[in-house]
């Protein structure tokens, strides 16, 4: 069981816009910054999303992230093919006095 | 530009040990922690720990409290993840990956990643 709570998959439709939600608790998300990590297949993790809602150089903005309180999200408009990954979220735990990730939710692009 | 490059898969038996290395380029090496991850077949992302590649010192998760050990050698830029007694449960892929700014907030790039099998 992951420390951060993801909901395993989501699909849209190429063009739409989606979001994957991330809950955790006040020792990780409500007090720390929450990060987003892409995985393609295959691949190594690429940061998508850091201290909650920047972007890193390189990255489409098309991809944007959210948080409130305990619980975060990540948005991604104009869905396009390449999109299709496994998204994680990730902070770091107070309690834990280490990082935490969600489980991963697989995006799938109808 | 920056790089992690890391060693070769590796098959081990149970009650074995492993050591992966993780050769930084393209950044001063010990100005950044780096951290570990690892990711079993088909699961998500685990994270391992860190070491400071300045002072040596370690941060690791308490699950892995007592089996591994995190070095490096700033001589050759490079970072080791030394997993021992293994279980056929630590069959992964393990990443290396530099921290930014030495909080543990996150991770900007990340090493091709090392298949570790452990197989009897």
């Known amino acids: 069981q992951s420390v951060l709570t993801q909901p395993p998959s989501v699909s849209e439709a190429p063009r739409q816009r989606v979001t994957i939600s991330c809950s955790g608790s006040?020792?990780?998300?409500?007090?720390?910054?929450v990060n987003w990590y892409q995985q393609l297949p295959g691949k190594a993790p690429k940061l998508l999303i850091y201290y909650d809602d920047l972007l890193p150089s390189g990255v489409s903005d098309r991809f944007s992230g959210s948080k409130s309180g305990t619980s975060a999200s990540l948005a991604i408009s104009g869905l396009q093919s390449e999109d299709e990954a496994d998204y994680y979220c990730?902070?770091?735990?107070?309690?834990?006095?280490?990082?935490?990730f969600g489980g991963g939710t697989k995006l799938t692009v109808l | 530009q920056v790089q992690l490059v890391q060693s070769g898969a590796e098959v081990k038996k149970p009650g074995a040990s492993v050591k992966v290395s993780c050769k930084a380029s393209g950044y001063t090496f010990t100005g950044y922690y780096m951290h570990w991850v690892r990711q079993a077949p088909g699961q998500g992302l685990e994270w391992m720990g860190w070491?400071?590649?300045?002072?040596?010192?370690?941060n690791y998760a308490q699950k892995f409290q007592g089996r591994v050990t995190m070095t490096r050698d700033t001589s050759i830029s490079t970072a080791y993840m030394e997993l021992s007694r293994l279980r056929s449960d630590d069959t992964a892929v393990y990443y290396c990956a530099r921290d930014p700014e030495n909080s543990g907030s996150y991770c900007d790039y990340w090493g091709q990643g090392t298949l570790v099998t452990v197989s009897s």
């Open positions: 990730a902070a770091w735990d107070d309690s834990l006095n280490g990082g935490v």
């Open positions: 070491i400071n590649p300045n002072s040596g010192g370690t």
């Open positions: 006040s020792s990780n998300i409500g007090n720390n910054a």
